[in-house]
């Protein structure tokens, strides 16, 4: 038989897979050959008993063998593991970098800071005249009743009243004063009988209109001392009196109640009185009184107070001049007229000039700080780390220096409103008959 080598790689592969597939049998239980029975003699085989089946052993139970169960051990379960956070990359220091910017960019503006003088700086306001106040309404109340016949000095007290009167009219400008004269005690007489008429008699004998001196000098000879003293109703009058003028900002509303005694009509003068003060009007009382008693001084007294007036005892014609001169203080009215008329030039360019120079000052700080901000900033911030909050900070510091500017411009309001009240009393000042 020939061989070759491919026969005999065939062969080997035929043997391998014959080992493979023996390896892979189930392997079959042992059987054990028992020799077969002796044949009888007629050769028939006789059945063998079989050898008894050796006997089970009876397991005798045991008692059951108890295993040691271990006690569980506790065994801790561990905690969570809180995940670590990323480290932050560390971040440049931007505010000391923005700081360091402004330290070397950043403007001063310490000059750029003004403030006005109210003119009252300039020219003193007179006591008298109330804040804003430069126009007069005058109402003079005048005492006509029976004991303002008496006698000062060799003249009766109404006849020294009248000639005081007439006096303070003569110095008052001709214009920016209204005033009015309302008169009581001149109806009837003193006499019981005519009381009631007395009472009421309480007369405005010239209204509120521009001054006409002459008219007024006229008016007020015009009547005599004869009844009662109804001093609350007659300062009750007056608010009607004052409700009939036109009122604006710069007024000033004032009543001059010249009396030699207490109220004998049954009123109640210091309510009156209180009534005109706490009025929209704002009527301030100021109560003269002329050659009076305890009793009728504190009355009187207790009347100024409650109309937020000054109280003036007189006890003759010169102390009655000076009350006046004291109330109204004319000479120091017309020496503010002509301080204003002399100094609102220097005021106003003072003023103008401030604000002009203030306005000039931010703008053109402000201007090189935005200009800087652009080109400078950068090499404060060179990765660009902190760009928006260099933007942020600095928008923050031109909103406060905004601020600055605007004070700025509620100064030149101010000066505004200044200059509109100079006005109207340089108006006032061109209609004085005299000067200082």
Same mark, same amino acid.
């Given at each position: 038989m020939k061989f070759n080598a491919r026969s005999l790689w065939f062969a080997l592969g035929i043997l391998l897979i014959a080992l493979l597939m023996t390896g892979c049998t189930t392997p079959t239980?042992?059987? $054990?050959?028992?020799? !077969?029975?002796p044949a009888n003699s007629q050769g028939t085989v006789e059945n063998t008993p079989a050898p008894p089946a050796a006997a089970t052993p009876t397991d005798t139970p045991q008692p059951p063998t108890s295993t040691p169960t271990p006690e569980p051990t506790d065994t801790p379960t561990p905690a969570p593991t809180d995940t670590p956070a990323p480290t932050p990359t560390p971040t440049p220091d931007c505010e000391a970098a923005y700081q360091e910017f402004i330290a070397t960019y950043g403007r001063d503006y310490t000059? @750029?800071?003004?403030?006005?003088?109210?003119f009252d700086e300039v020219c003193p306001r007179p006591e008298f005249l109330q804040p804003g106040d430069y126009t007069f309404n005058i109402e003079l109340i005048l005492d006509a009743s029976g004991s303002m016949a008496g006698m000062v000095g060799g003249r009766s007290k109404l006849s020294i009243a009248q000639q005081t009167l007439t006096d303070f009219i003569d110095k008052l400008p001709?214009?920016?004063?209204?005033?009015?004269?309302?008169?009581?005690?001149?109806?009837?007489?003193?006499?019981?009988k005519d009381r &009631?008429?007395? @009472?009421?008699?309480?007369?405005?004998?010239?209204?509120?209109?521009?001054?006409?001196?002459?008219?007024?000098?006229?008016?007020?000879?015009?009547?005599?001392? $004869?009844?009662?003293?109804?001093? !609350?109703?007659?300062?009750?009058?007056?608010?009607?009196?004052?409700?009939?003028?036109?009122?604006?900002? $710069?007024? $000033?509303?004032?009543?001059?109640?010249?009396?030699?005694?207490?109220?004998? @009509?049954?009123?109640d003068p210091v309510a009156a009185a209180k009534l005109l003060q706490e009025s929209e009007l704002k009527t301030v009382v100021h109560v003269i009184g002329f050659d009076v008693d305890a009793e009728a001084a504190d009355q009187l007294r207790a009347v100024a107070q409650a109309g937020g007036g000054n109280y003036f005892e007189?006890?003759?014609?010169?102390?009655?001049?000076?009350?006046?001169?004291?109330?109204?203080?004319?000479?120091e009215w017309v020496a503010y007229l002509w301080c204003i008329n002399e100094k609102v030039v220097g005021y106003e360019f003072e003023s103008t000039s401030k604000i002009t120079g203030a306005r000039m000052c931010y703008a053109g700080k402000q201007t090189?700080?935005?200009l800087d901000f652009v080109f400078e900033s950068g090499a404060y911030d060179k990765d660009g780390a902190c760009e928006d909050y260099f933007r942020k900070r600095f928008h923050e510091r031109e909103e406060k220096i905004k601020k600055e500017v605007d004070q700025v411009e509620r100064w030149s309001e101010f000066?505004?409103?200044?200059?509109?009240?100079?006005?109207?009393?340089?108006?006032?000042? &061109?209609?004085?008959n005299a000067g200082p």
């Open positions: 239980a042992s059987v $054990t050959n028992t020799p !077969a029975a000059p @750029c800071r003004t403030e006005l003088r109210p001709s214009k920016g004063v209204n005033v009015a004269l309302r008169v009581y005690g001149h109806k009837g007489s003193n006499k019981k &009631e008429a007395s @009472c009421l008699g309480t007369e405005l004998i010239y209204p509120f209109q521009p001054l006409n001196k002459d008219d007024f000098k006229q008016t007020i000879r015009s009547f005599s001392p $004869t009844g009662w003293t109804p001093i !609350a109703r007659s300062l009750r009058a007056a608010l009607d009196d004052f409700q009939e003028i036109k009122e604006d900002d $710069t007024t $000033t509303n004032v009543v001059v109640l010249v009396s030699d005694g207490i109220e004998t @009509c049954g009123g007189a006890r003759n014609a010169k102390d009655l001049e000076k009350a006046f001169v004291d109330l109204f203080n004319l000479e090189g700080e935005r000066f505004q409103k200044e200059m509109e009240k100079i006005d109207a009393i340089r108006k006032e000042l &061109e209609s004085l």
